[in-house]
């Protein structure tokens, strides 16, 4: 399979605790993405990494969430003290940095359920 | 702030009754326009993307076009299989946002038989 991989795809964890998904790109992607979506809504823009650079973050992301993509391959996405609000699908997306206009392709996501 | 609207909200269809679907933008510097299709529980699957008005692109049963302020999905002869929630999105070229999507809510689409 050459999509976005994303594990686990779903994930139940009691308030407080931490959690931490990983988001396998498409191989020669450079470009990755970590997205959010609750229940109606469209995907919501968390982070940006271009390679193992993070070069964006979205107001959304507090304290509580890190990312990082070690030698800009896969990525991991970690919320620490998970709230109920967190309860939500956590999208991976990739695309290749060839030129500014290029689609993203999105893995299964990850569906967070904060009990 | 860049504000993307989709209308309806929800659409209900019998099998072969063909209709469109709207996305409506207010944004500054649009760098791409793009449709996703979403099944429940799964990842957006991309399906076009358009880049300045005029602009029309056609897989099997749909057509997406683009003008400066809208685009259209349209669904001709929908089947069941096409049931599905349509995302659309944009890309501005603004300062710090040169490379993620903004959504909208999505049409949930439903082709009854």
């Known amino acids: 399979d050459t999509g976005v991989s994303q594990d686990p795809r779903h994930k139940i964890t009691k308030r407080g605790q931490n959690v931490t998904f990983r988001c396998d790109p498409i191989s020669e992607h450079n470009r990755l993405y970590w997205y959010r979506q609750t229940l109606g809504q469209g995907p919501e823009f968390l982070t940006y990494f271009q390679n193992e650079a993070q070069l964006e973050k979205s107001r959304l992301l507090s304290d509580r969430f890190s990312a990082e993509r070690p030698k800009g391959s896969f990525s991991t996405l970690e919320i620490q003290r998970t709230e109920q609000g967190d309860s939500a699908m956590y999208l991976c997306?990739?695309?290749?940095?060839?030129?500014?206009?290029?689609?993203?392709?999105f893995g299964q996501g990850t569906r967070l359920t904060v009990v | 702030e860049d504000q993307v609207t989709q209308s309806p909200e929800a659409l209900r269809l019998q099998e072969g009754e063909s209709s469109s679907l709207n996305c409506s933008y207010t944004?500054?510097?649009?760098?791409?326009l793009f449709w996703y299709r979403q099944d429940p529980g799964k990842g957006p699957e991309f399906l076009f993307t358009l880049y300045s008005a005029g602009e029309e692109k056609e897989k099997e049963r749909l057509k997406a076009t683009l003008t400066k302020k809208e685009s259209f999905l349209h669904i001709t002869a929908p089947k069941p299989e096409d049931s599905a929630t349509y995302l659309c999105a944009v890309r501005v070229a603004s300062s710090g946002s040169a490379r993620q999507l903004t959504f909208g809510s999505g049409t949930q689409l439903t082709v009854l038989p």
């Open positions: 944004v500054s510097g649009l760098r791409g």
């Open positions: 997306a990739s695309s290749l940095g060839t030129r500014l206009n290029t689609e993203a392709f």
